[in-house]
């Protein structure tokens, strides 16, 4: 039997996803009410509108997000972020820097590589936005693109370092995006899913213009 693990955020009207980014707003376009006048008794529709950066919640980045020239949502292959074969990697307790050796003897090719660090535990705190959260190393980012992972995602709120000593140098999404490899930001609840043996997916709008959207991400589980 297959069950469906949902592995992505609630997104709420003024939440913080990151530190500095605004809150969505979410509100009413069109009421139960007011929609009364333009229809048949008894028949009323909602209509909702939201103002918010794109990346809220658990979303997904494309090459444009860190590329000029790179491949936007509208360019985004379904092949990239439906129905792919997953992976959960689990990073060490305490364990900042996830390199290279936390994949060794895992087979990522072709595959979405989830990597587990537990930091979502402090969604929604002040704590989740300490740039000593957990991150994936350059190196790793490089052995992941080389072993031929097609995407990559991370339930912490940065798959980069984002302490000062870092200098603002984002190596894990420079690496993994001019490589055209997704990258899913902000996971929640690894731990429901299996190392290996479920299928993964994160599917944005496919809205021209824009290179990072929140997705549903949510994986399938034999």
């Known amino acids: 039997m297959t069950h469906l693990v949902d592995v992505s955020h609630q997104v709420t ?32 529709f909602s209509i909702a509108r939201v103002s918010m950066v794109a990346n809220t919640g658990t979303y997904l980045d494309t090459p444009a997000h860190r590329y ?12 990239k972020v439906a129905g792919l074969p997953g992976v959960v990697v689990t990073a060490e307790a305490g364990q900042r820097a ?20 537990g930091w979502d535990r402090h969604w929604r705190t002040e704590r989740y936005g300490d740039p000593e959260h957990p991150y ?18 991370i339930d912490s709120v940065n798959i ?43 599917v944005p709008v496919k809205m021209r213009g824009l290179a990072t959207f929140p997705v549903r991400a949510f994986a399938m589980v034999e």
């Open 98 to 117: 996830v390199g290279s050796d936390s994949f060794e003897g895992v087979d990522v090719q072709d595959r979405a590589v989830l990597i587990r660090t």
């Open 13 to 44: 009207d003024g939440m913080t996803t990151y530190p500095g980014l605004p809150g969505p707003v979410i509100e009413d376009y069109l009421t139960f009410e007011d929609s009364q006048r333009n229809y048949a008794p008894g028949t009323e």
């Open 136 to 153: 994936l190393t350059e190196e790793g980012a490089k052995t992941l693109v080389g072993a031929g992972a097609v995407l990559v995602g």
């Open 160 to 202: 980069d370092d984002t302490s000062p000593h870092c200098g603002g140098a984002r190596p894990a999404h420079s690496t993994l995006l001019a490589a055209g490899v997704p990258v899913v930001e902000h996971l929640r609840d690894l731990d429901r899913l299996p190392a290996a043996g479920f299928t993964f997916f994160a």
């Open 68 to 79: 000029r020239e790179g491949a936007d949502l509208a360019d985004l292959e379904l092949e």
